[in-house]
């Protein structure tokens, strides 16, 4: 079965940083885009960047675009997304997901990103 499990959220004063991961199992990872989705309280579930599997491109929605990274392991079937300059309205609950951000099919349980004061 595929499994995605997201860790590293927290709390982090505004302007701070933190690094999710997105361990991967039960499909071959380096074969398929993977991408990390978030929701906001009250709010759709938001797409915030892709990795292609084929060539590492990486694409970021306008909000994140020059503060996120995302890279991949593949040996180690594991995702990242490096998070610096945090705002208030990056606090979400933060997905990684196994697709691009055309079509994805499969997410984790979420790791809680909360960016405060």
């Known amino acids: 079965d595929v499994q995605l499990v997201e860790s590293g959220g927290g709390l982090v004063r505004p302007g701070g940083s933190l690094r999710l991961s997105c361990s991967a199992s039960?499909?071959?990872?380096?074969?398929?885009?993977m991408t990390w989705v978030r929701q906001a309280p009250g709010k759709e579930l938001e797409w915030v960047s892709t990795?292609?599997?084929?060539?590492?491109?990486?694409y970021y929605s306008d909000s994140v675009q020059g503060r996120f990274t995302i890279t991949r392991d593949n040996a180690n079937n594991t995702l990242y997304l490096e998070m610096n300059s945090l705002k208030t309205e990056d606090t979400a609950v933060y997905y990684c997901?196994?697709?691009?951000?055309?079509?994805?099919?499969?997410r984790g349980p979420g790791t809680q990103v909360t960016v405060s004061s």
């Open positions: 039960g499909f071959i990872f380096r074969h398929y885009d």
């Open positions: 990795i292609y599997s084929r060539n590492s491109m990486t």
């Open positions: 997901a196994r697709g691009n951000m055309y079509e994805y099919h499969y």
